[in-house]
C-alpha cells in the first residue's frame, strides 16, 4: 500500500498563534508532496509542491511567508502556517507521490484548522 | 486554461440504476485525466485513470478527446458506491492535479 498520515487531524487555536502541520509517507519515499486547501462544499485548491530538498513551488495567489513549506526528508514534509488568522480557518490535505513518471498522488486524512 | 468542470453537485440514483458522472476538462495538451473517491469520513483515494483502462468496482471512464471528456460509468449503482466523486487533471508528468468541484452520489437503496 501507500498510507500517508497527517498530524493533527484538528486543531484549534487563537489567533495570532502558528500551526505545524505535519504529513509523512508511511510505507514508501515520497520525492513529491502536495498541500491543498479546501473550503466547505468546494473543491481542493492546490496551494504547493514540495520536492524533497527543495524549496517549494507555491500556486499564484498563496503567500509563501504566511504558508511555510518544509520537506526536509523523503519522508515527511510541514506546513507551517504563520500568525494565523480566522480567515485561515480551512481543510489542509496533503498528499504524496512516488518518484517517477505517472506516480499516483495518495492522500492523508486532512487536517480541520479552526482559528478563534 | 485549465479546467476541471463537474456540472453535478450531487446526483441521486436508486440502487441497481445506472450511473453517469459528468466530467469535461480544458487543457493545452495531452493531460492525464483521474476519479478520485471519498467516502464518508475517509480520505480521498484514488479510483482510476485512463491511462490504465481498468474497471475498479464496476466503474469504468473512457477519455474522448474530441468532447474533452472523462464521465465515469457504472451500470448498476450500489448502496456502496455513495460517496463524494473529483475528476482531476494533470499533465503528462503527472505531477500537480486539478481538481473539479466534485459530484455527490446518493444511491438509495
Known amino acids: 500500500g501507500a498510507v500517508v498520515s497527517q498530524h493533527p487531524s484538528w486543531v484549534i487555536c487563537k489567533s495570532g498563534t502558528s500551526v505545524k502541520i505535519e504529513c509523512r509517507s508511511l510505507?514508501?519515499?515520497?520525492?513529491?508532496m502536495f498541500w491543498y486547501r479546501q473550503f466547505p462544499k468546494q473543491s481542493l485548491m492546490l496551494m504547493a509542491t514540495s520536492n524533497e530538498g527543495s524549496k517549494a513551488t507555491y500556486e499564484q495567489g498563496v503567500e509563501k511567508d504566511k504558508f511555510l513549506i518544509n520537506h526536509a526528508s523523503l519522508t515527511l514534509s510541514t506546513l507551517t502556517v504563520t500568525s494565523a488568522h480566522p480567515e485561515d480557518s480551512s481543510f489542509y490535505i496533503c498528499?504524496?507521490?512516488?518518484?517517477?513518471?505517472?506516480?499516483?498522488?495518495?492522500f492523508g486524512d486532512g487536517t480541520r484548522l479552526s482559528i478563534l | 486554461a485549465q479546467r476541471v468542470t463537474q456540472p453535478e453537485k450531487l446526483l441521486s440514483v436508486f440502487k441497481g440504476a445506472p450511473v453517469e458522472l459528468k466530467c469535461n476538462y480544458s487543457y493545452s495538451g495531452s493531460p492525464e485525466l483521474f476519479w478520485y473517491v471519498q467516502y464518508s469520513r475517509q480520505r480521498l483515494q484514488l479510483l482510476l485513470r485512463h491511462i490504465s483502462r481498468e474497471s475498479i468496482k464496476g466503474f469504468t471512464a473512457d477519455l474522448n478527446k474530441g468532447e474533452t471528456s472523462f464521465h465515469l460509468k457504472k451500470p448498476f449503482a450500489q448502496e456502496e458506491d455513495s460517496a463524494m466523486y473529483y475528476c482531476?487533471?494533470?499533465?503528462?508528468?503527472?505531477?500537480?492535479?486539478?481538481f473539479g468541484t466534485g459530484t455527490r452520489l446518493q444511491v438509495f437503496p
Open positions: 510505507d514508501f519515499q515520497a520525492t513529491t
Open positions: 482531476a487533471l494533470s499533465g503528462l508528468l503527472a505531477d500537480k492535479l486539478i
Open positions: 498528499s504524496a507521490s512516488r518518484q517517477g513518471k505517472n506516480q499516483p498522488q495518495h
